[in-house]
């Protein structure tokens, strides 16, 4: 898709299954079971979506999905679909032309494809690249809080830190011109959108704020979010200008929608007008 004078290209690391519950949280299933088909496990089939922006000067990458680095227990639950650099390559870019990554925040299922190994070390998959997340939410998975210590997979992360090609943000920023991130606390406290913007056309990794195209509503929040209060304050703040700007918004996990524009109907009801696919 071409937004002004850039280019967006959605590319997955392929799908995997979370738990249905999980995932619309209080939301009660006979509701939610209408937008999304769980098997008989109660599993939902769930993308993973990174969006490749091309600038003409610089290749950016916005989130890496799971990745090749599951310990075993997590990949017997999740499977580990690793499709991300063929996805790229069939979309022309090689993983030294990436000169910028962007993480929303550090979740194993969006910053797995950050680093790969290669033999016994662990290595940058993306070597030309800068990688950027927040400071707080780097600080949070160096917590490992009982809480969600299991989202975290320090390899994915750390050793960038320790060689200087991660830097760490504090709040809201621009990366390039045209590209910057911005706060939307709820899912994790400090995760980032990306806001990609080009010849008055505005385009929004929201991440895990609005996870799929069945997530929109503003009350429909996954039990994953540390913070639900503020998933819905951070939606109603992200509405405030992403419907009245007609910002096309990407959905990370969504692996039938991957973006489309948000919109409310003179009900006052929050619906979405898909997108043309890529
Ligand atoms: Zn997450």
Redesign the pocket.
């Known amino acids: 898709m071409t937004l002004g004078d850039f280019d967006l290209s959605i590319v997955s690391d392929g799908t995997y299954p979370l738990d249905g519950g999980a995932f619309f949280g209080v939301v009660p299933k006979v509701m939610w079971s209408r937008k999304a088909a769980a098997d008989e496990r109660n599993f939902i089939t769930a993308g993973l979506n990174s969006l490749l922006i091309r600038t003409g000067k610089q290749n950016i990458l916005v989130e890496t999905g799971i990745g090749s680095k599951l310990p075993e227990k997590m990949a017997k639950v999740y499977g580990q679909p690793a499709k991300l650099l063929e996805n790229l390559q069939a979309a022309g870019v090689a993983p030294g032309e990436i000169d910028i990554v962007i993480n929303?925040?550090l979740?194993f299922?969006?910053s797995g494809w950050n680093t790969m190994r290669k033999g016994d070390r662990v290595v940058p998959t993306f070597p030309k690249a800068k990688y950027y997340v927040q400071e707080g939410e780097w600080r949070h998975a160096q917590e490992q809080h009982l809480r969600d210590a299991i989202?975290y997979i320090s390899d994915n992360y750390n050793p960038l830190i320790e060689s200087g090609q991660m830097q760490l943000l504090r709040g809201d920023q621009e990366i390039v011109p045209g590209i910057s991130v911005r706060v939307f606390p709820g899912?994790?406290m400090n995760?980032q959108a990306v806001v990609v913007t080009s010849a008055g056309k505005t385009a929004c990794y929201i991440?895990?704020l609005i996870?799929t195209s069945a997530h929109i509503d503003l009350t429909w929040v996954m039990a994953?979010d540390l913070s639900p209060i503020d998933t819905i304050d951070s939606r109603k703040r992200y509405y405030e200008r992403a419907i009245p700007e007609k910002w096309l918004t990407v959905f990370t996990h969504d692996d039938a929608v991957p973006w489309g524009y948000i919109e409310k109907d003179n009900a006052g009801k929050i619906t979405l007008r898909p997108a043309p696919a890529t």
């Open positions: 929303t925040h979740h299922d969006h989202s899912h994790t995760m991440s895990d996870p994953f």
